[in-house]
């Protein structure tokens, strides 16, 4: 049997100052998706040098769940919240899609090609792995870091998402140790991408 890369799903209420409603789990996948991309944007748009403090931490740590709890929990601006669709004002948000989606949203800030970025971080100083997801999330990211960029400029629940996940699956399979192959979810991989490939550009700049 393959072994399943379980998505986290316990969630941390987001907070809004315009929130009418109590946050609730959504349950069609693109829309969650949608929702993530629109709450991380804002909230990494207006806490960059927080979130990225807390992305460089080991994930097992009660301090980055409680920096990640009180992520889920910030207020965003009103400009940013109306901005967004209504059905994406209700979402719970935390674990690893949530962590993937700002980490994403970070390495979007930086105006110099993503692809160029990753190939020299691939063959800079490595950085720490925290679970056997994590290293073979790191593995991929140097061992195909271009094709890890493509994924990244696709758009969420896309053909082009789909063929760059599908690109990225030798790989994966190549950086799978152990007898047993690793399958995840288009958001699961994505997210485990997302957060390696932020630890390695970050481990180049410390």
Do not use: H
Not at 101 to 108: H, K, Q, S, V
Not at 131 to 154: H, K, N, W, Y
């Amino acid at each position: 049997m393959r072994k399943k890369i379980a998505i986290l799903t316990l969630f941390a209420t987001a907070a809004s100052p315009l929130a009418a409603q109590p946050a609730r789990k959504e349950g069609d996948v693109a829309k969650q998706r949608a929702a993530i991309e629109a709450w991380t944007t804002c909230i990494a748009d207006e806490n960059r040098d927080s979130v990225a403090k807390t992305l460089a931490r080991d994930f097992r740590s009660r301090d980055y769940r409680g920096e990640m709890t009180r992520l889920a929990k910030t207020r965003v601006s009103r400009r940013c919240f109306a901005a967004m669709p209504g059905d994406y004002r209700r979402i719970e948000l935390g674990g690893l899609p949530f962590a993937g989606g700002l980490a994403e949203r970070l390495m979007e800030q930086d105006a110099a090609p993503l692809a160029a970025r990753l190939q020299r971080a691939s063959a800079g100083r490595t950085t720490a792995t925290f679970a056997p997801s994590d290293a073979l999330a790191q593995c991929v990211v140097r061992a195909a870091p271009r094709q890890v960029a493509d994924l990244f400029e696709s758009a969420i629940n896309s053909a082009e998402e789909t063929r760059a996940l599908g690109a990225l699956a030798p790989t994966a399979r190549g950086c799978t140790s152990g007898p047993r192959a690793v399958e995840a979810s288009p958001l699961g991989m994505r997210s485990m991408l997302a957060t390696a490939a932020f630890r390695l550009l970050a481990a180049q700049a410390d």
